[in-house]
Nanobody, 115 residues
Framework: QVQLVESGGGLVQAGGSLRLSCAAS????????MGWSRQAPGKQRDLVAT???????NYADSVKGRFSISRDNAKNTVYLQMNSLKPEDTAVYYC?????????WGQGTQVTVSS
């Protein structure tokens, strides 16, 4: 089992920045992919960004150039730096950890961007 604890959400004005963190504990395994997805009210959960344990990243087109994902393997922590935030970025952001055994999700953290 893997436990994920997210932090860093909140309320920010359009154009502002937030940094999300997600710490993983338990049976994480050294080879894994971590990332973030988001879900706005009434919409499906969509991928935001992922990063492998070797550092390969992937971003949704809607956040390219504005968001940056990184990780600290020693701390089993993944970060999402969100800049130039837009009202359409408002959603619950979920951390994800995927290894050979299974996929795990955090409880979610709310990000609200006011116009």
């Amino acid at each position: 089992q893997v436990q994920l604890v997210e932090s860093g959400g909140g309320l920010v004005q359009a154009g502002g920045s937030l940094r999300l963190s997600c710490a993983a504990s338990g049976s994480t395994f050294s080879i894994n992919t971590m990332g973030w997805s988001r879900q706005a009210p009434g919409k499906q959960r969509d991928l935001v960004a992922t990063i492998t344990s070797s550092g390969t990243t992937n971003y949704a087109d809607s956040v390219k150039g504005r968001f940056s994902i990184s990780r600290d393997n020693a701390k089993n922590t993944v970060y999402l730096q969100m800049n130039s935030l837009k009202p359409e970025d408002t959603a619950v952001y979920y951390c994800k950890h995927q290894n050979w055994r299974s996929t795990y999700w955090g409880q979610g953290t709310q990000v609200t961007v006011s116009s």
